[in-house]
């Protein structure tokens, strides 16, 4: 069983950073690990993905330049540092782990972590 845990959020002015982290328990034997978000009142959207395998690393248009993912293999944990942070990126953020060939659908990933809050202020 893998156990996904999230941390790092909270509330920042715009323009400000934030890094979250996701910590992994257990082999994940992944293909990717990745971010994804929910605003309220709206579906989960990808943010962010890398690949196990070479690191190779996957954003949506709109954090392109601002978000940078990471990964710390040693530790087995992956980070998303968000630079120039906007009120639309207002969102719970979850990181999962897919094994499957496909980085941006949520329902290729089979382990989620809880979430954690991000809050940008205007």
């Known amino acids: 069983q893998v156990q996904l845990v999230e941390s790092g959020g909270g509330l920042v002015q715009a323009g400000g950073s934030l890094r979250l982290s996701c910590a992994a328990s257990?082999?994940?034997?992944?293909?990717?690990w990745g971010w994804f978000r929910q605003a309220p009142g709206k579906e989960r959207e990808f943010v962010a993905a890398i690949r196990s395998s070479g690191g190779y690393t996957y954003y949506r248009d709109a954090v392109k330049g601002r978000f940078t993912i990471s990964r710390d293999n040693a530790k087995n944990t992956v980070y998303l540092q968000m630079n120039s942070l906007k009120p639309e990126d207002t969102a719970i953020y979850y990181c999962?782990?897919?094994?499957?060939?496909?980085?941006?659908?949520?329902?290729?990933?089979?382990?989620w972590g809880q979430g954690t809050q991000v809050t940008v202020s205007s």
């Open positions: 257990g082999r994940t034997f992944s293909s990717y």
């Open positions: 999962g782990v897919t094994s499957s060939g496909t980085y941006s659908r949520q329902g290729e990933y089979r382990y």
